[in-house]
């Protein structure tokens, strides 16, 4: 009977120890605990959302005052700045403008007075000068007109006097351009001249003409330029004389 006892209490100490040395089972996760962490996690992600923009607000109120007070500076520094005072210069007072114009222009044309000096370059001499819209061609004043060949091309020997006509004349040799016909009343007969080709110079102006030589000196000036000469690049102030200078050594007729 007494090991029966004893076998007894050893099976049940046995069972007791086994049991509990066996893991506890956790119990399975149920609708409304997973609701109660879900909504904790929502919580918390808003919560932090909130302070973020609370934050961000924070800034950009912080930024808007200082853009506030730098503007509010800058209306103070414009507001002190001095203020500049344009100052009227005196009128000036009327300036008499000279007879002669050295670099009288209209427009592209020069301008030229009714008298001027003009350099003849093939000549090397300077003549007073009769601007004439009247004429058509223009003339020089030659005396002693010796036409010639020259390797069979027509040319002309001159002579141009000076102002005083107790000195040697000046003689010159030129190629003959072409002749022209000359009408000079209804009751003379044509008078034929031979035209050289002259570059000439008015003040700074240099151009280029045909001139046809005659005896000038029953007339006022030993130059004559007509309208083939100013067509296209000078224009004519009649009631200018000299517009580029009057030439001290020029040659003249006129007796004044």
Same mark, same amino acid.
């Given at each position: 009977?007494?090991?029966?006892?004893?076998?007894?209490?050893?099976?049940?100490?046995?069972?007791?120890?086994?049991?509990?040395?066996?893991?506890?089972?956790?119990?399975?996760?149920?609708?409304?605990?997973?609701?109660?962490?879900?909504?904790?996690?929502?919580?918390?992600? *808003? #919560?932090?959302?909130?302070?973020?923009? %609370?934050?961000? $607000?924070? @800034?950009?109120?912080?930024?808007?005052? &200082?853009?506030?007070?730098?503007?509010?500076?800058?209306?103070?520094?414009?507001?002190?700045?001095?203020?500049?005072?344009?100052?009227?210069?005196?009128?000036?007072?009327?300036?008499?403008?000279?007879?002669?114009?050295?670099?009288?222009?209209?427009?592209?044309?020069?301008?030229?007075?009714?008298?001027?000096?003009?350099?003849?370059?093939?000549?090397?001499?300077?003549?007073?000068?009769? *601007? #004439?819209?009247?004429?058509?061609?223009? %003339?020089?004043? $030659?005396? @002693?007109?010796?036409?010639?060949?020259? &390797?069979?091309?027509?040319?002309?020997?001159?002579?141009?006097?000076?102002?005083?006509?107790?000195?040697?004349?000046?003689?010159?040799?030129?190629?003959?351009?072409?002749?022209?016909?000359?009408?000079?009343?209804?009751?003379?007969?044509?008078?034929?001249?031979?035209?050289?080709?002259?570059?000439?110079?008015?003040?700074?102006?240099?151009?280029?003409?045909?001139?046809?030589?005659?005896?000038?000196?029953?007339?006022?000036?030993?130059?004559?330029?007509?309208?083939?000469?100013?067509?296209?690049?000078?224009?004519?102030?009649?009631?200018?004389?000299?517009?580029?200078?009057?030439?001290?050594?020029?040659?003249?007729?006129?007796?004044?």
């Amino acid at each position: 009977m007494l090991k029966q006892v004893i076998a007894l209490s050893v099976a049940a100490a046995l069972i007791s120890g086994c049991a509990t040395t066996q893991k506890p089972i956790t119990p399975p996760l149920t609708n409304a605990d997973l609701n109660s962490s879900l909504q904790v996690s929502q919580t918390v992600i *808003i #919560d932090a959302i909130n302070s973020q923009n %609370s934050q961000q $607000a924070s @800034n950009m109120s912080a930024l808007s005052d &200082e853009m506030r007070k730098l503007k509010t500076q800058i209306s103070t520094a414009m507001s002190q700045k001095p203020k500049t005072i344009i100052v009227q210069p005196p009128m000036p007072k009327p300036v008499s403008v000279p007879q002669q114009c050295p670099e009288a222009m209209i427009g592209e044309k020069f301008l030229l007075g009714e008298v001027e000096s003009v350099f003849v370059d093939e000549i090397k001499l300077k003549f007073a000068t009769r *601007i #004439d819209t009247g004429a058509e061609s223009s %003339s020089l004043d $030659a005396r @002693n007109i010796v036409l010639f060949e020259r &390797e069979g091309i027509q040319w002309v020997r001159f002579d141009v006097i000076t102002n005083n006509t107790e000195q040697p004349a000046n003689t010159f040799e030129s190629k003959v351009e072409r002749f022209v016909r000359i009408k000079q009343d209804a009751d003379t007969a044509d008078d034929r001249r031979p035209v050289i080709h002259a570059h000439l110079k008015i003040g700074k102006y240099a151009a280029e003409t045909d001139l046809n030589l005659t005896d000038r000196s029953h007339l006022d000036y030993p130059l004559l330029l007509g309208r083939k000469f100013m067509k296209d690049i000078a224009i004519v102030d009649v009631g200018q004389i000299y517009v580029h200078g009057k030439a001290k050594n020029q040659i003249t007729t006129l007796i004044k």
